[in-house]
């Protein structure tokens, strides 16, 4: 269980980006976290990897308290972030070091064959596409078997149909291990495709304004009615987050922003 | 003939086009190179032989030539050559590492950097020459001063090229590396010593520029051997020859030295994203 009690973190220059953000995380849970710009949800999720600190609470995964970089912890940020010395085989066995040779060729093989890129095993990450390189970084991180993967927008700079290619591609993965996801994300189609609950947030500081059970059957129907319910209610609680709901003259509460897509 | 096997034919025949393209650019290309300095070498050939010039402050390349020859039949070049490239490896050595030390030192630790880098900005600026009555009056007259004029040259250029690779070593790859949680030994050999190696090359490879030019430096006061003892020497009996020979003597070697630098780098260094292979 990945528990957040009352996170909070201060920046030195003195911009409270998060304040006691509380949340439980069940084990193969996918919680997609979402919210407008400066809302902390990266603080958040670099709090949960022991990236940063928190300046207030704490990040606890099964009673350990996270301080630093934690071995059951794995992260896939917004850039692949390959290292462009290294092969894309090389890139996926990166955190395998102390594995056998023969272990760790096999685990990169099946890795690399999960995600489609058994043929690119020998080439640099310059040859690759972005979504062939933010495949790679998705078989990096997955490679050691985390029990908690954390995703910060991790398809924001790829084209509409190598994204939602990559959130099939994500599932089917997770469907393997069922480790507990956390996403943050700007998309709220995305976050409805993916996730079991959403995290809506608001701004400076970052807080928890609402969160909404996602309990679609999988794979989610992006057309269906159902989706379209939710992505209203998801879109409505944005706008509330953001203090731009509109009351209408019947006295419905509709979103300002029209079913904009993108936060 | 059937049409599949016409068109592996063709495909082949086009495939061993290319190979042999691919084979002739390799020898094409350093070729190229040296096209500039033979047309001009030619040009100054003929113009001497046609009267043009009498060739006696600038030889003509056959004079050269012959020097070369002569030198070499006497085993003067092979002395001369051999004290240079002996001194400027030393040179090269000591002061690579210094700067290799120095310059990660001071990437790294923000109060190094503080405390070092502002009086080696400003021994930077010193002149070369300006080391040298103080190097011998510490050093003597003899290998030791020299080697270390040379260690001074290379210093500076390998210590700003490892001090700025690693200051610029992109934050979001360290962060790998942490999420990965590597040691700090471990960081430096899988993350920043391979991020660091393109410039560190260039560093190098600039510091052995310096070091060929500090060693006629050093040369030039109070040697008996080496190539700058024998540029002083065509000098001062009036042998341009062997002034110009000397000259190419210290090219040819630059740029051989520079060339196994970067033979050596490139296995490590395949993975660069480049816009253009030369």
């Keep these: ?263 | 003939m059937s049409l599949v096997s016409m068109t592996a034919t063709v495909e082949q025949a086009g495939t061993e086009r290319g190979a042999s393209k691919a084979r002739l650019a390799r020898f094409a290309r350093p070729a190229l190179g040296l096209l500039l300095p033979v047309a001009l070498a030619l040009f100054w050939e003929i113009a001497v032989r046609m009267g043009l010039s009498n060739g006696r402050l600038v030889p003509p390349p056959s004079v050269i030539w012959n020097t070369f020859v002569d030198l070499a039949a006497t085993g003067e070049l092979q002395q001369h050559a051999l004290a240079t490239i002996w001194r400027v490896a030393w040179g090269f050595v000591f002061g690579v590492l210094a700067g290799t030390v120095l310059g990660a030192v001071a990437g790294y630790s923000a109060l190094t950097y503080r405390l070092l880098d502002p009086t080696l900005q400003g021994l930077r600026a010193v002149p070369s020459i300006a080391w040298v009555p103080l190097f011998i009056l510490w050093f003597g007259i003899f290998e030791a001063s020299k080697i270390i004029l040379i260690a001074v040259g290379v210093f500076f250029p390998v210590y700003l090229g490892v001090m700025g690779a690693v200051l610029s070593v992109d934050r979001k790859i360290v962060e790998v590396g942490r999420v990965f949680r590597l040691s700090g030994l471990a960081m430096v050999r899988r993350i920043l010593l391979p991020a660091v190696m393109p410039a560190y090359v260039i560093s190098l490879r600039a510091g052995l520029g310096l070091g060929w030019m500090f060693v006629l430096a050093a040369e030039f006061l109070g040697a008996s051997t080496g190539l700058g003892f024998l540029l002083i020497d065509g000098q001062q009996l009036g042998k341009p020859a062997q002034i110009v020979a000397a000259i190419v003597a210290f090219a040819i070697l630059g740029k051989t030295t520079d060339w196994l630098i970067v033979l050596v780098a490139t296995p490590f260094l395949r993975w660069e994203d480049v816009a253009t292979r030369r």
């Design chain 1, 1 to 263: 269980m990945l528990v957040l009690d009352r996170v909070g973190k201060t920046y030195p220059n003195g911009v409270r980006a998060l304040d006691g953000v509380s949340t439980e995380v069940a084990p193969g849970e996918i919680l997609v976290v979402i919210g407008g710009s400066g809302c902390g949800k990266s603080t958040m999720l670099r709090a949960i990897s022991g990236l940063d600190t928190p300046t207030q609470g704490k990040v606890v995964l099964d009673g350990t308290v996270i301080t630093e970089p934690h071995e059951e912890i794995g992260i896939i940020f917004q850039e692949p972030r390959l290292l462009p010395w290294l092969r894309v085989a090389d890139n996926v066995g990166f955190g395998l070091e102390h594995c056998p040779r023969a272990e760790r060729s096999a685990r990169v093989a099946r890795a690399l064959d999960r995600v489609g890129l058994t043929e690119k095993a020998r080439v640099w990450p310059r040859e690759l596409s972005g979504g062939q390189a933010q495949r790679v970084a998705i078989a990096r991180a997955l490679v050691p078997r985390p029990q908690v993967l954390l995703l910060d927008e991790p398809f924001s700079a790829l084209d509409a149909f190598t994204r939602a290619d990559l959130q099939d591609h994500l599932l089917d993965l997770w469907a393997d291990l069922e480790p507990t996801l956390v996403i943050v994300t700007h998309d709220v189609e995305e976050a409805i495709v993916l996730a079991d609950r959403i995290m809506v947030m608001r701004p400076r500081p970052g807080r928890v304004f609402e969160e909404i059970a996602c309990d679609l059957p999988r794979p989610r129907d992006r057309q269906s009615a159902a989706f379209d319910f939710v992505k209203r209610r998801v879109l409505a609680a944005l706008d509330r987050s953001l203090d731009r709901a509109i009351i209408t003259d019947d006295g419905e509460t509709k979103a300002a922003a029209g079913g904009g897509l993108w936060w």
